[in-house]
């Protein structure tokens, strides 16, 4: 069975600082995807940004950027410039595109992220 | 578009009682996810539907949960008789089915917060 697991209950930052939140999973797979997944205080996910697992080019989405490392099942989040916004729980989360078996998300336990102005 | 919409968004109940939650998806998304979410940990995989049908719900406690999603469309999650570690969030997801990978990724509700007294 796959496994996700970020090792950080809580990390904190100061405005307008870079912080990098880590997540590893275990899989004997090799297509699959990986995402980072933001949750505020409003419950609902939202997607932050996501990895497929065959590419070597590391996703960027603005401010966001993640380091992805296969053969050490790696997936970290970066955090550049950061925004009060930003606070709230960080999950990571991990898919296998394998057509015999369901498509479902994968989550690890999620990284409490505050923000100090 | 509309997103997942989810009902009750709170719901507190005693122990032994009955509950039961609705999930309405986005228009097309043929795969829909029930998750549970204990406070201060990872969404848990309940169920997983493709179209009507079940895809996987290993991780459903049968004895006392069980759902439907008649149609294809609308999905309802019900809890009978509810016990104290039922207390949760249970989230709503859905998402496309495409061969070529999860592209447009995974879109939840706001779940619904429920507390059994």
């Known amino acids: 069975a796959q496994t996700v697991t970020q090792s950080q209950p809580e990390m904190s930052v100061q405005e307008a600082e870079t912080v990098t939140l880590s997540c590893t999973y275990d899989?004997?797979?090799?297509?699959?995807?990986l995402f980072w997944y933001k949750q505020p205080p409003s419950r609902q996910m939202i997607l932050v940004i996501r990895?497929?697992?065959?590419?070597?080019q590391n996703a960027t989405e603005n401010r966001f950027s993640v380091n992805f490392q296969k053969a050490a099942k790696s997936f970290s989040l970066k955090i550049s410039d950061s925004q009060l916004g930003d606070a709230a729980m960080y999950f990571c989360?991990?898919?296998?595109?394998?057509?015999?078996?369901?498509?479902?998300?994968?989550f690890g336990g999620g990284t409490r992220l505050m923000v100090k102005p | 578009e509309a997103g997942v919409a989810q009902s009750p968004r709170y719901k507190i109940i005693e122990k032994r009682q009955s509950v039961a939650f609705w999930c309405n998806p986005i228009?097309?998304?043929?795969?829909l996810y029930w998750y549970q979410q204990i406070l201060g940990q990872g969404p848990k995989l309940l169920i997983q539907?493709?179209?009507?049908?079940?895809?996987?719900d290993s991780q459903l406690p049968k004895d006392r949960f069980s759902a439907e999603r008649l149609k294809g469309v609308d999905s309802t999650l019900k809890i009978q008789p509810a016990k104290l570690e039922d207390s949760a969030v249970y989230l709503c997801?859905?998402?496309?089915?495409?061969?070529?990978?999860?592209?447009?990724?995974?879109?939840f509700g706001s779940g619904t917060r429920l507390t059994v007294v």
């Open positions: 997801a859905s998402s496309l089915v495409l061969r070529q990978g999860p592209m447009d990724g995974y879109t």
């Open positions: 899989t004997s797979e090799s297509d699959y995807y």
């Open positions: 990895q497929e697992a065959y590419k070597q």
């Open positions: 989360a991990y898919v296998s595109w394998n057509n015999n078996a369901g498509n479902m998300l994968t």
């Open positions: 228009s097309g998304h043929a795969t």
């Open positions: 539907f493709q179209n009507n049908g079940v895809v996987d």
